[in-house]
């Protein structure tokens, strides 16, 4: 992520030069040419890219030039190689041209891509294959960049197993922490602390105090409802953290809470997988991108056709995963697999969050609804049709 501005510290290209393979020339010295009335001009030298020709050229000569090449003095235009002829008379080679050439035509001007000190990169974006090669450009090997804010992980619960060992009675394996590991790379954070542990009020506490000192950001999943042996509320009250939020009206995550101690944001996930899961991409990664000076911090917003029914109705607004497909040019999002907060399979395949509002009453397939989309990068399959010309066609 820039944190300054980027600014073009020269015109690009800093030079005039030929966007094809062809001749520079004079344009005026095709004024009088035509179909019938070839011209022909003298080819005085040959250039590759990377080459120049010094002692520019006069009228009635031209200079051979490969695209990329500079243009040399003396010439205004280039004419593309497949629209003239050599020849050679008397020991010298000369170019056919049967046209007029514009002055001007095919030369790529100073600063007809980027113009310097104009602000191309503004701080705050993120260092993209564009902006990577635009740094080349202008032989910026190093730019300032934010910090990746720190992220902890805390996962609370004596039913968790490490990922490594076999299921026993009773337990299962610690998935939210690979979860919100991989949640916090795909935000732009750096997840540097990790402790797995019991539903024991002190082991707790110490482990949140610990992540507090070693990270910017923390966050525990589970052990933050109403349970016996749910301790995060307490955790927070032995810490002296200031208790921001503690419930949310949405549905899965209602349980998600916050707190802040020493300028740092402690969230407090629910230990059910897809409510941890929504809890992270709507309250975290937000929190997480504006540490990290990103402009835009928000999921995508966008509307599409409900793939299926949803009959429940809810007093809390849901966030339903859901996978996007564009069908005839219309976006659909149709919920995948369980929509329960305790499933960890749904996220597989989820690349978007439904937003229903709560109300009474559930939703019908083919509903427009607003969804929040998870995933910017994935590919299609291979077009299968062929590109479709739909601009308006003139009536005869
Ligand atoms: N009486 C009530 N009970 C519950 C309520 C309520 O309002 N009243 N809310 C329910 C809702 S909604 C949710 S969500 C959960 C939230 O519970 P916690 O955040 O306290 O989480 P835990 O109780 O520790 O665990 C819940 C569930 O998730 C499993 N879990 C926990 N950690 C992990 C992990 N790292 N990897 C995989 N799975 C994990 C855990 O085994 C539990 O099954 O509370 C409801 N109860
Ligand atoms: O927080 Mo719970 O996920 O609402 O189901
Ligand atoms: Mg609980």
């Not at 720190?150 to 610690?174: D, M, W, Y």
Request: with cysteine.
């Amino acid at each position: 992520m820039l944190s300054e501005d980027l600014a073009a510290t020269h015109d690009v290209p800093w030079f005039k030069r030929s966007p094809y393979d062809g001749y520079a020339i004079f344009s005026g010295s095709t004024l009088e040419a035509g179909a019938d009335h070839p011209v022909l001009l003298e080819v005085v030298a040959t250039i590759g890219a990377g080459f120049t020709w010094d002692e520019g050229i006069k009228p009635n000569q031209a200079v051979k030039i490969m695209t990329g090449a500079a243009i040399p003095d003396g010439a205004d235009a280039v004419i593309m190689v497949e629209l003239t002829k050599e020849v050679v008379q008397n020991g010298k080679t000369f170019v056919q041209i049967k046209r007029k050439v514009r002055p001007g035509e095919n030369i790529v001007g100073i600063g007809e891509d980027m113009k310097k000190g104009e602000v191309l990169v503004p701080k705050g974006t993120i260092v993209n294959p564009g902006v990577m090669a635009t740094l080349a450009t202008f032989g910026m090997t190093e730019v300032p960049v934010t910090k990746k804010p720190k992220a902890a992980v805390i996962a609370t619960g004596s039913e968790l197993l490490e990922v490594g060992e076999p299921l026993e009675k009773g337990k299962i394996r610690n998935s939210n922490a690979y979860m919100l590991w991989g949640q916090i790379i795909r935000a732009g954070g750096e997840p540097v602390f990790y402790r797995l542990v019991k539903d024991d009020f002190e082991e707790t506490y110490e482990a949140v105090r610990q992540a507090v000192k070693e990270a910017d950001i923390v966050m525990t999943t589970g052990g933050v409802s109403v349970g016996d042996f749910d301790y995060i509320p307490k955790v927070y009250e032995k810490l002296g953290a200031t208790l921001l939020f503690n419930k949310v009206a949405m549905r899965p995550g209602s349980v998600t809470s916050a707190a802040e101690l020493d300028g740092k944001i402690l969230f407090g996930l629910s230990g059910n997988p897809s409510a941890c899961y929504v809890g992270f991409e709507l309250f975290v990664r937000p929190y997480l991108k504006t540490m990290l000076g990103e402009r835009n911090v928000y999921l995508k917003k966008t509307q599409a056709l409900l793939g299926e029914d949803f009959p429940k109705p809810n007093p809390f607004t849901r966030f339903v995963r859901a996978k996007l497909s564009y069908q005839e040019g219309l976006l659909h999002a149709l919920p995948v697999r369980r929509d329960k907060s305790n499933i960890v399979s749904s996220l597989i395949e989820a690349d978007a969050l439904i937003v229903l509002p709560g109300g009474s009453r559930g939703f019908t397939k083919g509903t427009m609804v607003d969804v929040l989309m998870l995933e910017d990068g994935e590919g299609a399959p291979l077009w299968d049709e062929n590109i479709t010309d739909r601009r308006p066609q003139r009536q005869r």
